[in-house]
């Protein structure tokens, strides 16, 4: 067991509230008045979430966004934000960095209602957190990652691969013409998760999460979740123009797409007979929902690629 | 205007929703379903907050009740909490550290409902991040800094100088008998909140909040948000034996007790009406209230100490 792994078993025995919802899921789900509340908080560092040399806005977008792709997974409107913003002695960089944040709030229409700012020693790696509250519609259910049944479908709400492309072609280790690498970077740096669109989708779903890690590892997640096992289509995934002109679109490429993190789009689990609802969906948020694999009886993740069964690789994701 | 003036300035700008109360306030308001919540978020920070050698579970201990503290100053019942961690490679620290988390959770009645761990680089100082959220009673207003009026008194619910010469004698700057000596170091590493405190004073007072930077600088605050003049008879100030019998209760050392910081008691202004059903709270809650001045027209702060003026200090209070 990792030390994270360790970590955060001991956290969940003291986490014994339903409302954390034993910290397996995307966010905890309070009771307030006659409402509930969404609660979740992530926190990015440079040097593992974003890169030192990334733009200060989008810092700050990708901070907002990553906790709002939380709030879409749980079907929850966005109602606010706080921040813990380490001071450096940057003022420049602090500005540069709030442009981000308001843009941020206000395309996610999460108002920013409080925080704290810490003096962060010279040289030290940035560290942000921030907690986002949402509120899911009244009545509906608040999708968890364990609720997947057998002869579900599998879907995912947007084209994955982008961002860990991004992130390669800015270290430099891939190359692509200007145009898409323009495309790559922004997906690796400025996430748009789609609240509206996970609201939308939440009465629908059996179970419903964000890829933040990568398709494989958080099908695997919401496969344990529910005690069912996942088959990923590898050939279903949706990949972007621009990632198939950079590397292609064969089966390592895909396996590659499918363990890149940092996708902030929905996974979610559906019954067959939600189809025409889901389509419906898709439409009224002009927002493509792809059908990637079939939830079964029995445990675990289990790939195809064009019905021949695919080896699991040894990394399914990435574990931040 | 400092760095950090100058960055929760530009802050303000982008908080504009009336539930950031213009981050003026101890805590944001947010109204969720028929009912309110209130949020606060503090960190603490190695160095700044707390010792390098401070024990591992009053760290954890600190950081939960600071924020508690905040809900306290606002009249709120503690809902639940969220954490964000940094990981270094030191588990036996960590696990020292849940143990105090799970005392405080405990002790505050206050759920762990989520959060997050980061990676921290090693020799890095430790930071910590926690929101905390808490429930006023319903139809009772969430008190502000703001609301003190001309006529009302002051009132502290606690001793104060504990937690600054507490850190003095951690610091080796002072000494004192042993026995003072773990009262002192425990007043500082472990503040004691009372939030069922502040819900029962919440109906009754004008303005109330936390002392956290010290009585002179969190008055100057209330008196500045209010729009009136406060007026502090340091003679009044409550100290606890363990301070006086280590540094004696002369008027300096009254000034260094209300410009240290980390009491964690409540300050507010409340009518003179009030007075008898304040007495009652402080029987019921088992709590000594005590008047420490008064609000005036006018603005500002200004000092007594037995009846005759006293300067204001160069330096009110501790801003971190």
């Not at 499918?258 to 559906?270: E, H, K, Q, R």
């Amino acid at each position: 067991m990792t030390t994270e792994a360790a970590f955060i078993a001991a956290l969940r025995a003291i986490a014994t509230a339903p409302a954390a919802r034993g910290l397996a899921d995307d966010a905890a789900v309070l009771d307030v008045g006659g409402s509930r509340l969404v609660l979740t908080m992530d926190a990015i560092v440079e040097g593992v979430h974003f890169l030192r040399d990334d733009p200060a806005d989008s810092v700050a977008w990708k901070l907002v966004a990553t906790n709002v792709s939380d709030l879409a997974a749980k079907g929850a409107v966005p109602r606010g934000c706080l921040l813990t913003y380490p001071l450096a002695a940057d003022p420049d960089w602090d500005a540069v960095f709030l442009r981000g944040l308001e843009e941020a709030v206000r395309h996610f229409a999460i108002p920013l209602l409080g925080g704290d700012t810490v003096r962060q020693p010279e040289g030290s790696p940035r560290s942000f957190s921030l907690v986002a509250l949402g509120e899911p519609e009244a009545g509906v259910a608040v999708p968890s990652r364990g609720g997947a049944r057998s002869g579900d479908r599998l879907w995912l709400s947007g084209p994955v691969g982008d961002a860990g492309l991004g992130l390669a072609v800015l270290r430099g280790e891939r190359h692509t013409a200007p145009e898409h690498r323009a495309v790559l970077a922004e997906r690796y740096r400025r996430p748009s998760p789609r609240p509206m669109l996970g609201a939308a989708l939440a009465p629908h779903v059996h179970a419903m999460m964000d890829v933040s890690d990568g398709v494989l590892i958080d099908a695997a997640r919401l496969a344990a979740a529910s005690e069912v096992a996942a088959v990923v289509e590898l050939g279903q995934l949706p990949l972007s123009r621009a990632f198939v002109e950079t590397v292609g679109d064969s089966l390592p490429e895909r396996l590659f797409a499918a363990g890149a993190g940092d996708d902030y789009c929905l996974l979610f689990a559906a019954p067959p007979e939600a189809d025409a609802m889901l389509e419906r969906i898709a439409a009224w948020h002009r927002n493509s929902l792809y059908p990637v694999g079939r939830v079964m009886g029995g445990r675990g993740l289990s790939l195809l690629y064009q019905d021949d069964p695919v080896p699991l690789p040894g990394r399914l994701g990435f574990q931040h």
